[in-house]
């Protein structure tokens, strides 16, 4: 029985960076030997076992075979017999079908460490083509670290488009690779890739027609500008997608990837509204309350700061300070400090009427204030 780290462990700490999560194989065990070393079985697809000690996990040494159309369909065959270099050939890139033994020893049977150096995404073996979700994962992981996907790779994946392996993809999968994708340094670099391969027109056929457009080139620069900010993801989603044309299209794309309402909410806000943010320096008093309460800023006040830092990076790199920002926050503090209580108890003829006229003179005043 031997054990050894594998994956994305042994690739993060050659590339000099830390090291979050360690994965490792065991080689030459079976399910019962495992539990008799005290392991804890988890997972119904394939054997991994939590180790006794440090929880962390570990997956017997396996192969797959292809069965069916998709990314599920796999049989896994994991027994003592199963080698480790078995194991490491059904990866996807040679970047993470490295592995290191007990002693620290580098296992490299596809040239990993080298395609490191060189900045490439090369696939392992041509099994790459039988699951789709890889090219997700190679347009996810140049975002991460700004590789290049190597000319064979980029062939097989469009091979792999046109034989309709991404129309197998579901939303939930494809929104959680895209979600991580937008969360790494170089967002851009991931869509770059998915219209490379041809896979963004069948998963996200609005984006594609988004980027092949004039808006394209503001779009990324703008999605860029969001992740240099270290923007939360709901900013960044709503970022890019404030350049689709019009609220139906953001909806119709939210639907299809099933985003989170988080950010589904902000983007369809930010494709409404953002126009008006822009404006909002002249725009007159009860336009201004308007603004407020259409954003439901009062009950919702930290994506109301979510909506102006979407539209601030929707200019794009070095526009330079954005007046609204303070503006608007402004606005919501004063339109916060009416006492809608206070005022409920004069019992008015007309409760919401008499609450948005002291709203309304709020900002009167605060529009005086301030010489606008």
């Known amino acids: 029985m031997k054990v050894y780290v594998v994956g994305g462990a042994v690739r993060d700490e050659l590339l000099g960076l830390p090291v979050k999560d360690r994965d490792y194989v065991v080689v030459g065990a079976s399910p019962e030997r495992m539990i008799e070393q005290g392991y804890m079985p988890v997972g119904s ?3 991994v076992f939590l180790h006794p000690e440090t929880k962390e996990e570990h997956a017997l040494a396996r192969t797959e075979r292809k069965t069916a159309p998709g990314y599920k369909g796999f049989v896994f065959h994991a027994s003592p017999e199963v080698t480790l270099e078995e194991d490491l050939n059904r990866r996807d ?22 395609d490191l150096r060189l ?43 046109k ?25 851009s670099r991931m869509f770059e890739v998915l219209r490379a391969s041809g896979a963004l027109a069948r998963v996200l056929p609005e984006l594609e027609a988004l980027l ?35 609220t139906g299209t953001v909806e119709s794309a939210s639907a299809r990837l099933k985003a989170p309402s988080e950010c589904r909410d902000l983007a369809i806000l930010s494709s409404r509204e953002c126009a008006r943010v822009f404006d909002s320096l002249t725009l007159p008093p009860e336009e201004l309350l ?37 503006l608007l926050q402004n606005a919501l503090v004063t339109v916060q400090s ?31 204030n301030s010489g606008a």
């Not at 890139?93 to 080298?114: V, Y």
């Not at 590789?147 to 097989?156: D, I």
């Not at 309709?164 to 979600?179: K, N, Y």
């Open 119 to 161: 900045g490439l995404l090369r696939h392992v073996s041509e099994a790459f083509a039988e699951d789709p979700v890889r090219i997700l994962r190679a347009a996810r992981f140049a975002a991460r670290f700004g590789f290049a996907v190597a000319p064979g790779t980029m062939t097989l994946m469009r091979s792999m488009v």
């Open 212 to 246: 092949a457009s004039p808006a394209g080139d503001p779009a990324i620069a703008a999605l860029d500008e969001a992740a240099r900010r270290k923007a939360p993801l709901p900013v960044r989603y709503a970022t890019l997608l404030r350049f689709l044309p019009g």
């Open 163 to 187: 034989a309709g392996e991404a129309d197998a993809l579901v939303p939930e999968r494809v929104w959680q690779e895209v979600s991580r994708g937008l969360m790494e340094l170089k967002p």
């Open 93 to 114: 890139f040679t970047i993470n079908a490295m592995a290191k033994d007990e002693d620290g020893r580098l296992i490299d049977p596809h040239g990993g460490e080298r």
């Open 338 to 368: 009416v006492d809608a209580g206070a005022i409920a108890a004069t019992r008015p003829a007309d409760l919401p009427g008499a609450i948005h006229a002291a709203r309304l003179s709020a900002v009167q005043g605060l529009r005086r």
């Open 290 to 326: 308007g603004l407020v309460e259409r954003c439901d800023a009062l009950r919702r006040p930290a994506r109301f700061t979510d909506l102006i830092e979407a539209c601030d990076c929707a200019r794009g790199p070095g526009a330079g300070p954005f007046p609204p920002r303070e």
């Open 45 to 47: 697809d394939f054997p």
